[in-house]
């Protein structure tokens, strides 16, 4: 069980969201950077969807109330557990009685806990992700608030074995040349949107080449950029359609919205472009006053990165799963 000492600004139970529920205008949900997400179980020897704490701007304090396995991935905080430094993108052991205390530094502003056997909190519609405007999923449907106590669920065959072989102070991490660029003024790729031939010349030349900023009206439904305007070259009448994750709208007045986790289901404004789903974690990790440019790349590029992306990810879960059997089994003995 972990308990809450203090919430932080906003820490939420996610998975990876509600899938095929869209039609029926259900909001997906789910963690905004699913790369840190996915990764942080792995880690702890959990499946990739297994619900973790997602940890915005301002840390908690945490109180593990059994000893446990843990892993926190993520950008833009450091982790100090009973006093003594805690690296990111590693495995944990943590004794009954710890505390764990997350502190905002650097750039990025999220961060995801997961603990072996995941947050056990019941599921909505085949998801524990929290939906905070629906009070839906996660911990009664809301943000953590100090006191509330979780449950931790069954450690799995892996988790077990990556517990009863490490250290108290883990040697090995993911190494960096597998993890998002999180730097300061993050180029993100995108692919052209489905009506990017509305808009003037000039106006696909701005968002190329101008950068963005990011409003202080921004929450887990949409970024609101503020730059140069952009203008369609003839004002019309559109349908509203499927948007994604990452999928980039104008409205009327000329400041576009990159749709996030917890976007609409439908949008009637034109699309200039869709971000590029290895690049959704650098846009995750930005925060109100965080600056990006756009960088025009071909749907085939995008796909081919993907599949990199997702090559890298297999390999460590093979990693693991092969280092957690060896060292399990060498520790059992």
Same mark, same amino acid.
């Given at each position: 069980?972990?308990?809450?000492?203090?919430?932080?600004?906003?820490?939420?139970?996610?998975?990876?969201?509600?899938?095929?529920?869209?039609?029926?205008?259900?909001?997906?949900?789910?963690?905004?950077?699913? &790369?840190?997400?996915?990764?942080?179980?792995?880690?702890?020897?959990?499946? !990739?969807?297994?619900?973790?704490?997602?940890?915005?701007?301002?840390?908690?304090?945490?109180?593990?109330?059994? /000893?446990?396995?843990?892993?926190?991935?993520?950008?833009?905080?450091?982790?100090?557990?009973?006093?003594?430094?805690?690296?990111?993108?590693?495995?944990?052991?943590?004794?009954?009685?710890?505390?764990?205390?997350?502190?905002?530094?650097?750039?990025?502003?999220?961060?995801?806990?997961?603990?072996?056997?995941?947050?056990?909190?019941?599921?909505?519609?085949?998801?524990?992700?929290?939906?905070?405007? =629906?009070?839906?999923?996660?911990?009664?449907?809301?943000?953590?608030?100090?006191?509330?106590?979780?449950?931790?669920?069954?450690?799995?065959?892996?988790?077990?074995?990556?517990?009863?072989?490490?250290?108290?102070?883990?040697?090995?991490?993911?190494?960096?040349?597998?993890?998002?660029?999180?730097?300061? &003024?993050?180029?993100?790729?995108?692919?052209?949107?489905?009506? !990017?031939?509305?808009?003037?010349?000039?106006?696909?030349?701005?968002?190329?080449?101008?950068?963005?900023?990011?409003?202080?009206?921004?929450?887990?439904?949409?970024?609101?950029?503020?730059?140069?305007?952009?203008?369609?070259?003839?004002?019309?009448?559109?349908?509203?359609?499927?948007?994604?994750?990452?999928?980039?709208?104008?409205?009327?007045?000329?400041?576009?919205?990159?749709?996030?986790?917890?976007?609409?289901?439908?949008?009637?404004?034109?699309? %200039? =472009?869709?971000?590029?789903?290895?690049?959704?974690?650098?846009?995750?990790?930005?925060?109100?006053? /965080?600056?990006?440019?756009?960088?025009?790349?071909?749907?085939?590029? =995008?796909?081919?990165?993907? %599949?990199?992306? !997702?090559?890298?990810?297999?390999?460590?879960?093979?990693?693991?799963?092969?280092?957690?059997?060896?060292?399990?089994?060498?520790?059992?003995?």
């Amino acid at each position: 069980m972990i308990k809450i000492i203090k919430p932080g600004m906003l820490t939420t139970v996610q998975d990876l969201g509600r899938s095929g529920y869209q039609k029926y205008g259900v909001v997906q949900s789910g963690a905004m950077d699913a &790369f840190a997400h996915r990764i942080a179980n792995l880690l702890a020897g959990n499946p !990739e969807n297994e619900a973790t704490l997602e940890i915005t701007l301002t840390g908690p304090v945490l109180e593990f109330q059994n /000893d446990t396995l843990i892993a926190i991935c993520g950008s833009g905080f450091h982790a100090v557990l009973d006093g003594k430094p805690v690296g990111l993108w590693r495995p944990k052991k943590v004794k009954s009685g710890s505390e764990l205390i997350l502190r905002q530094d650097g750039i990025g502003c999220r961060v995801y806990l997961a603990v072996s056997g995941g947050i056990s909190v019941p599921e909505v519609l085949k998801s524990k992700s929290t939906y905070l405007r =629906a009070k839906i999923g996660g911990f009664n449907g809301r943000a953590l608030q100090a006191g509330d106590v979780l449950e931790t669920g069954i450690p799995g065959k892996v988790s077990r074995q990556l517990t009863a072989s490490l250290e108290y102070h883990s040697a090995w991490s993911v190494s960096k040349n597998m993890l998002p660029d999180y730097g300061p &003024f993050p180029t993100i790729r995108v692919v052209p949107g489905r009506h !990017e031939d509305l808009f003037t010349a000039e106006s696909i030349g701005t968002f190329f080449r101008e950068p963005y900023r990011l409003s202080q009206n921004s929450d887990r439904m949409g970024y609101r950029l503020e730059g140069p305007k952009l203008a369609v070259k003839a004002t019309q009448e559109m349908l509203s359609e499927s948007v994604g994750f990452g999928t980039i709208q104008v409205p009327s007045g000329g400041e576009p919205i990159v749709l996030l986790a917890d976007r609409q289901t439908t949008g009637g404004y034109p699309k %200039i =472009a869709q971000v590029a789903s290895v690049d959704l974690p650098l846009l995750a990790q930005l925060k109100p006053g /965080d600056e990006l440019r756009f960088k025009k790349i071909t749907l085939q590029e =995008a796909q081919l990165l993907y %599949i990199e992306r !997702e090559k890298q990810i297999r390999m460590l879960k093979g990693t693991i799963a092969y280092q957690a059997k060896r060292r399990g089994t060498h520790a059992e003995h």
